[in-house]
């Protein structure tokens, strides 16, 4: 894949106006599929949750799935969305390998809510209202699996394995209207409503809204054109983007690539492309279709969606708290300030932090734990902290082994590492490697002695009252004992000798 030319991001603000738009998947988490009783399962032995109908097999004939038509409305409601009182499925006609029959059944024209609109927060602080033109339902595909090459995608592959199971379950695809104005900020823009939407559904309880497991996947539309014009650019669709960072560095990248193009005088391609993660740049995929190429007809198989108007407004009496009074009711409780809970809402661990603080935590202490050292490792692993064998029970045993002095900061770091390769819990692994902070005074003095002896001034220091003098010897300790002491009896100690 030959390199792309890239402009300067910042340059690249300067000449084009960013205009995006985001797509996301909803993958629902009924009991089974969207139009037949398979299980709707993850990590199945592949092609076992089949049947007839999601197989596509001649004369199978769809039935809605009940509880996916109600999760799809809430989800609409909770966008601010309109219901429709009529509600129309249609077959979208495009190969797919991946779903048997050929097509897609989906929505087109008469989607179960549309209008609606959400208030997103970037890590600014700066609030964008982003427009969204419908959220619909329809089926998801199968899975691929390309078996051979070096990227795990179809070029270069030897085969390709299709799993079916996943073809048929539900899914509501959530569409934006074009978002101007972002500028700068359109790739943070783009995680965030993200976040937001997976906020969102998993309140509802509607989704297990894990990425890495594609229960949430974001298209991301990118188009530029020069400050001023009106007519807008040629957009390009980077498919199914499945963590938040990506999202953002998808977004940023398209903006880059195609200044660079069309600063040459180039044109853009419309067209999807695909992210890759591990070298951070978009690969072209095939022309993109526009809705008539996919020759969109009503579904003759299935009638259509018709919700009483006791029903929605059950569904809507049933809606949990908003995200952002979520945030408010947790930022009073937690006695955070602005800055440091604007800190833990951009670092996307809003979740695992309420978690940890739900399991015996301190909010400052699971808030120093996620943002802090479980974030460094993630990062120094390049993975998402979602990757990491690590849960939020275990982070709250962690801090509470801390605060009961049984282990210090630099132990429960040694401590954290042995959770994450799996060793058990952080108590397991303490009373296992007996990293237990050593408070027996008869060690410590011995080990005070020994650092003494270097540097037998220490004392006089001491009595002098140039208390800082103590560090030297503490430091001493810690290191002579492997972190382990407990270096406030150590400094007490210390100063009991030095008095004698």
């Known amino acids: 894949m030959a390199k792309a ?43 076992t949750n089949v049947c007839p109908i999601c197989l596509g097999l001649p004369g199978s004939l769809p039935a809605v799935n009940k509880r996916a038509v109600e999760n ?29 029959k050929n097509f897609q059944t989906s929505q087109y024209d008469e989607p179960i809510a549309f209008e609606g609109s959400l208030d997103v927060e970037v890590p600014s602080g700066k609030v964008f209202t982003v427009a969204i033109e419908r959220a619909h339902m329809e089926e998801d595909a199968g899975k691929l699996t390309h078996i051979g090459g070096n990227t795990g995608r179809i070029q270069g592959a030897e085969y390709s394995l299709v799993d079916y199971n996943r073809a048929g379950v539900p899914l509501v695809e959530i569409v934006t209207k074009p978002i101007y104005g972002a500028g700068d900020e359109a790739p943070e823009l783009a995680a965030a409503y993200v976040r937001y939407i997976r906020e969102i559904v998993k309140g509802l309880d509607v989704s297990d809204a894990r990425m890495e497991r594609g229960n949430v996947r974001c298209d991301a539309n990118v188009s530029l054109r020069p400050h001023g014009q009106a007519k807008l650019g040629t957009r390009t669709e980077t498919k199914n983007v499945n963590s938040l960072r990506s999202i953002e560095r998808a977004v940023r990248y398209e903006i880059q690539r195609q200044a660079a193009i069309l600063a040459k005088g180039g044109t853009i391609t419309q067209e999807t492309r695909h992210w890759h993660e591990d070298k951070g740049s978009t690969s072209s995929g095939r022309p993109k279709s526009d809705a008539d190429d996919y020759r969109y007809f009503p579904e003759p198989d299935l009638v259509p969606v018709q919700p009483s108007h006791e029903l929605i407004e059950r569904l809507r009496a049933a809606l949990p708290e908003k995200p952002a009074d979520r945030r408010k009711r947790l930022q009073a409780e937690w006695a955070f300030q602005d800055l440091e809970f604007r800190d833990v809402v951009n670092s996307g661990l809003l979740d695992q932090i309420e ?6 935590a301190k909010p400052q202490a699971a808030r120093k734990w996620w943002t802090g050292e479980i974030a460094r490792l993630a990062n120094a692993e390049d993975k998402d902290i979602s990757e990491l064998a690590i849960t939020p029970a275990d982070v709250a045993e962690l801090a509470v082994l801390v605060d009961a002095g049984k282990i210090n900061d630099r132990l429960a770091r040694e401590v954290l590492t042995y959770v994450l390769a799996g060793e058990g819990s952080p108590a397991a692994v303490v009373a296992a490697r007996g990293l237990e902070v050593v408070s027996d005074d008869g060690a410590l003095i011995a080990a005070i002695d020994a650092a003494l002896a270097t540097q037998p001034d220490v004392l006089d220091a001491i009595r002098e009252g140039r208390m800082q003098a103590a560090g030297a010897v503490i430091g001493a300790v810690m290191k002579a004992m492997k972190g382990s002491a407990d270096a406030a009896r150590v400094r007490e100690l210390l100063i009991a000798k030095a008095n004698q």
């Open 355 to 360: 978690e940890t603080v739900a399991a015996g």
């Open 72 to 100: 799809s409305i809430s989800i609409g409601l909770a966008l601010d969305c309109s219901i429709a009182p009529n509600g129309r499925f249609a077959r979208k006609n495009y190969f797919y390998p991946d779903l048997a």
């Open 5 to 47: 030319e890239l402009m300067d991001y910042a340059k690249a603000l300067e000449q084009f106006e960013v205009v995006i738009g985001l797509e996301v998947h909803i993958e629902l988490n009924t009991k089974t599929k969207m139009f037949c009783g398979c299980a709707n399962s993850f990590g199945d032995e592949p092609n």
